[in-house]
C-alpha cells in the first residue's frame, strides 16, 4: 500500500458543468510564491557583521506556508480606480445555483465594532465553487495564504466543521488592504489556505522546570548557540 492510499484527504467537488473549467485546489506546497523561490538563502546582516539565513531557511515559517491546501481565484479580476472587473465564461443552467461573480461584497456594518470597519468601505467576499468534505471528526481552518503579504487583501479566519457542512459553498470575506492597487489578480492567485484540525478537547496545565527539564533546556539553546539547523535536524517531523 502507497503512502497516499494511507493518507487522510479532503474532497473538493463542483458542478458537473464546471469541471475543467474551475482552477482546482492545490497542495500549499505548490503554490509557493515567486518572491520565496527567488530570495536568497542568507543575506548580510548589520547586526552580526556577517553572512545569517533568512526565512527561507526557517523551517516553521516554509512549514507554515507549505501546509494543508490553497483556494484558488476562479477568473483574472481587474482593479482600477477602486472598481472590480472580470470575465469569467461559465456556463448557465446545472441543478445547483452557482455564483457566476469570483467576488460579492458583505456591507461594512456586518464588521461594526471591529477594527475593520469603515463606513465607506466593504468588505469583498471571494466566491469559491468548490464544496469541501473532511472526515469524520475534523474541522478545517480557513485563513489568510500564510506569510502572502504582498497580497493587496487580508482574508479573514475561520473554521467550519467540513465533516458536516459539506454540500454547500463556503466563500471567503475578505479586507482589502491596499486602497491604491491597481492591476490584475490573476486566475488562481491563492485566497485562502486550508487546514484541517481534529476536534478534540484540550486543556491548558503550567509546570514549573524539572532538574532534567533544566538540563534539557540549557543542552537545545546551547546547541542552537553553536550551530545552525539544530531544530532542522534534530526535531523537525
Known amino acids: 500500500m502507497s503512502q497516499q492510499d494511507d493518507a487522510m484527504a479532503l ?11 474551475l482552477p482546482p485546489p492545490i497542495p500549499a506546497a505548490q503554490g509557493l510564491p515567486d518572491w520565496l523561490k527567488a530570495m536568497p538563502a542568507t543575506a ?21 506556508m507549505t501546509a494543508g491546501f490553497l483556494i484558488p481565484l476562479t477568473c483574472d479580476v481587474r482593479v482600477k480606480n477602486g472598481e472590480f472587473t472580470w470575465d469569467n465564461d461559465l456556463p448557465a443552467g446545472g441543478g445547483v445555483s452557482v455564483p457566476r461573480s469570483p467576488i460579492g461584497i458583505h456591507d461594512a456594518g456586518q464588521v461594526a465594532g471591529t477594527p475593520l470597519f469603515d463606513a465607506d ?14 472526515p469524520a471528526g475534523y474541522s478545517l481552518l480557513f485563513t489568510h495564504p500564510v506569510n502572502r503579504f504582498d497580497l493587496p487583501f487580508t482574508t479573514l479566519t475561520g473554521l467550519v466543521d467540513s465533516d458536516r457542512y459539506h454540500d454547500a459553498w463556503i466563500h471567503f470575506p475578505a479586507y482589502w488592504r491596499d486602497a491604491g492597487f ?12 486550508v487546514f484541517p484540525v481534529k476536534r478534540e478537547t484540550w486543556v491548558a496545565r503550567t509546570a514549573i522546570f524539572s ?18 539547523g539544530v531544530y532542522r535536524r534534530q526535531f523537525r517531523a
Not at 548580510?44 to 533568512?54: K, P, R, V
Not at 468601505?121 to 473532511?134: C, D, P, S, V
Not at 532538574?211 to 545552525?228: C, F, N, P
Open 44 to 64: 548580510f546582516s548589520a547586526l552580526a557583521g556577517a553572512e545569517d539565513d533568512t526565512v527561507k531557511r526557517c523551517p516553521p515559517f516554509i512549514d507554515a
Open 211 to 228: 532538574e532534567a527539564e533544566t538540563q534539557a533546556a540549557h543542552d537545545v539553546l546551547s546547541a542552537i548557540g553553536r550551530e545552525k
Open 182 to 193: 491597481e492591476g490584475v489578480l490573476p486566475r488562481g492567485t491563492p485566497v485562502a489556505q
Open 121 to 134: 468601505r466593504f468588505l469583498i467576499k471571494f466566491h469559491n465553487l468548490w464544496t469541501i468534505e473532511a
Open 11 to 21: 474532497i473538493f467537488r463542483c458542478p458537473k458543468e464546471l469541471e475543467g473549467r
